[in-house]
């Protein structure tokens, strides 16, 4: 029995790709949490789909014992968390768990817009942090140059930064020593009733609900009655254990532990990320504050191929959502096709993450809308509405004004490229708001609608900056503006899942682009395709896909030429009675691609 002083929980934060799975492995690997031949790489990436985009997407906790100099035996609780932009609420509520962080910076590319956030995040959770300097065994690396950017740039001490490689072990120990040395263990009274975090849940075909709780105060044994206070629901804790990184079970998890409740819940609503357990007879009266609601920023709708899938789309959403808390949906219906489920998420990964995870592990076929932004409408009448979809606006003789959601933006990339990031950001109707210098590089701040920056802008960052610069952003709220509806019309009928919204001022170049982007990706038909954008009854932008021609004279030898032009009339009429009645085939994925569209 280890005792409460000897517990340490702590999280591992970092940019994306600064070596946190690899440093997890090897202190794993140190503590001897699995053996030789259990070990892989990146352990603690559970899904087929981190381990093949080399990416963190879910939290993952391990409960680790370590003997220290000291001679005495320590428990670590450690997180591994994600660092893409997109998964940052993952990183606040596993840093609302712990006591202490290990922020990890590469050494050869030093800090970046992620380290930045997420140093933010830790000290607003009132974390204590360890820095720690990764990659060292590159030959690029430059420790002193790192060393001075985290202080000129987050403003924390580099002293006691600790030297590792996560790659080689190197360093693992002495940053092991320094989370038993400077981490301090976790506070709460044992003797008090039961007060617990759900930190986190997920779904099992075989146990039902695993829950993963943070013990405040008290203890959870096996066999106690303990109540969800958010939902109000009573459960008995069938089985209590942690994770070593293998489930464990156990008797009991006591005040500071970090471990997993079974209940046999099946029913998914029940368990909502933040709720407070408490023990069902006797338990406190007060939750814990929570964490911090997320906010969806990008919307999509997803409807099953097959009419019959629906009821299996609406179970897996649920169960996605269940330990994904950042992921909303609501049902919703399209006379063009059918039953969906309409999707709110943190940004375009988070959204391709879930379309994958829905295709792979539930083996369904689905159909995407065009990602769009919340967008708050002003009616005539005073009454202000939400619209989550470009084809749900009203008439705009019943609006009085729209507004729509902008972001502070945080790019840091080499100076060189400072004139090509203010034409992309202006060019984008970003306003410059700051501009401050870290050695050979630049911050620089922008606001900017978030419609402008949700396709291809990270992509365009990254290829003007040659793959140097990186991202971080933040909602600030809606700000008004001339902004219109865009309407695809394809051979005359209004294609409802590719309207958008455009800023006036540039509606006729964008809606000019994406009728030329559909004419590259609708294929070809036996009659011409005209691809028209429409902002009210007025025309502003047309392609046409000119049709397949089959040589229906190639049988024609010699004769007559009024034998020819027979053929060629007949097969012009077919054509023209295609156009009135045939139908335009268009593949799913055009409905992501047409508005990625090219500035160039």
Known sequence: MIDQSKIRNFSIIAHIDHGKSTLSDRIIQHCGGLSEREMEDRVLDSMDIEKERGITIKAQTVRLKYKAKDGETYLLNLIDTPGHVDFSYEVSKSLEACEGSILLVDASQGVQAQTLANSYLSIEADNKIIVSLNKI???????ERVKLEIEDVIGISTEDAIEVSGKTGMGVEKLLESVIKDLPPPKGDISSPLKALLVDSWYDIFRGVIILVRVIDGSIKKGDGILFMETNRIYTADYVGYFSPKMVDGEELKTGEIGYIITGMKTVSDCMIGDTITASRGGVSIPLAGFKPSIAVVYSSFFPVDTDDYQTLKGAVEKLSLNDSSFKHSVETSTALGFGIRCGFLGLLHMSIILERLTREFNLDLINTVPSVNYEIERTNGEI???QNPADLPDPSHIKSIAEPWVRITVMLPQQYIGSLMELCIGRRGIHKDMRYTGERAILEFEIPLSEIIFDFYDKLKSL?????????EIIGYRKDDLIKIGILINGEIVEPLSFMSHRGISENRGRKICERLKELIPRHQFQIAIQAAHGGKIIARSTISAMRKDVTA?????????KRKLLEKQKKGKKKMKQFGNVSIPQNVFIKALQISED
Not at 465 to 473: E, I, M, P, V
Not at 555 to 563: E, Q, V
């Open 137 to 143: 065994d590159l030959p690029q690396s430059d420790v």
């Open 385 to 387: 509405a939400e619209i």
């Open 465 to 473: 900056s040659q793959g140097y610069a990186s991202l971080d952003y």
């Open 555 to 563: 049988k024609c030898y010699g004769g007559d030429i009024s034998r």
